[in-house]
Structures are given as C-alpha cells and as structure tokens.
C-alpha cells in the first residue's frame, strides 16, 4: 500500500494551522454561530479526541471549539488526499489520511507518532458521516490506539443537525482512559463506550 500519512515538521504544521485558523474559522463561525461548553475539559499533552460526525463542517467545528491553542490532527479519508488543492492544504495543517475498508497500518503508524511526540489526534469512531445517532457500529480502531499508548480521550459532541445562521453548540466531555482489551469483543465493547460518553453530553447525563 502506497504510504499516505507521511509525518510532517510540527512547528510548520502548527503555524500553519494557525494561519488557516485565522483566515477559515471566523466565517464557520458566521456561517455556524457556535459556542462551545467544557473548554476547561481538553489536557495538556497527547490525548485523542472522538466525536460524532455527521456533516463535512463538523471539523472545522471541533477546531474552533478547541480554539487555536489546541491544534490537534485529524485523520480524514484518503480520497480527500487526492482533490486539487485541498488535499495540499489540508497536508500541510497536520492532517493525515487514512485507506477506509482496510487495515491502514500507515495511518495506525502515523497517530501514534503523532501521540508520541505530545500532540493531539481526532478521529470520528464511526468512520464516516452518520445522519442519526446509534445508527452505525463505532469502529476498534481509536480505543486499541488509545490503550496502547496509554493516552486520554476527550469526547465531544456534535448536534447532528445544523443550519446555516443557526447556533449550535459543542460539547467537550471529561477525559478518560481504556485500559486492557484482549479479544475483539472487548474493543467493541470499549468503543461503544465511547460513543456512550459522547451521548452522555447530548443528554446532559455525563459525570
């Protein structure tokens, strides 16, 4: 398989990424007016973020609730690697990609570095975008990382239905760890614990 997360320096991306914050962020915002509550939730240090994930804004959306300060990569599909400029861009602001339907052992490779060298990671546990809660399996793949490296996931929650002009609101939940997980089972099991912390705050229910 032809490598796709090539890891780049941390000091451009993060610059980067600031620019195109400065420049993208303040119109999601206009376009999304938003407000995000649990700010005080996100650590210092390595962690993976898991949200829901519905609509190609959503994001743009977890960076401006995040805020500048916490940069943090996200992994994306690899088909948007290859669409004329953005895939460029998108390169260039710490975002990696990822070979859907297969074992990408790259992209695996490339959080985990990513998690190394102190830096945060998003990915969206149902692997795609999903139009209703509870309508798809979420995917092993963020909890085996998360135990393996023995880092924090934040989760947060993204109201699934959005309009322009509209307010809506990101909920950012308390970090938490997964530890163990021998069989398959037990990964299902952790990722659907995910997910559950992630509807917590939709129902106002997280501890």
Do not use: W
Not at 5 to 24: A, Q, T
Not at 121 to 142: Q, Y
Not at 195 to 202: C, N, S, V
């Amino acid at each position: 398989m032809t490598a796709v997360s090539e890891i780049g320096s941390p000091e451009r991306e993060r610059k980067f990424f600031g620019r195109m914050y400065d420049l993208v962020i303040p119109v999601v915002k206009m376009l999304y007016p938003m407000r995000s509550r649990g700010q005080e939730n996100i650590p210092e240090g390595p962690a993976l973020v898991c949200a829901n994930h519905s609509n190609l804004v959503d994001p743009l959306l977890l960076a401006g609730a995040f805020g500048k300060r916490h940069f943090m990569h996200f992994m994306a599909k690899l088909e948007l690697s290859s669409v004329p400029l953005i895939g460029a861009l998108l390169r260039r602001c710490g975002v990696y990609f990822v070979n859907r339907g297969h074992q990408d052992i790259d992209a695996v490779r490339s959080t985990m570095r990513y998690l190394r060298r102190g830096e945060k990671v998003c990915i969206f546990p149902e692997g795609t975008r999903v139009r209703e809660d509870n309508a798809v399996e979420a995917k092993t793949g963020a909890v085996r990382i998360a135990a393996k490296m023995s880092v924090p996931i934040v989760p947060v929650y993204i109201p699934r239905r959005k309009r322009l002009f509209s307010r809506i609101e990101i909920l950012i939940g308390k970090p938490f760890r997964v530890e163990g997980g021998r069989s398959h089972e037990d990964f299902e099991e952790m990722a659907d614990g995910v997910m559950e912390k992630i509807y917590e705050l939709r129902d106002g229910t997280a501890g």
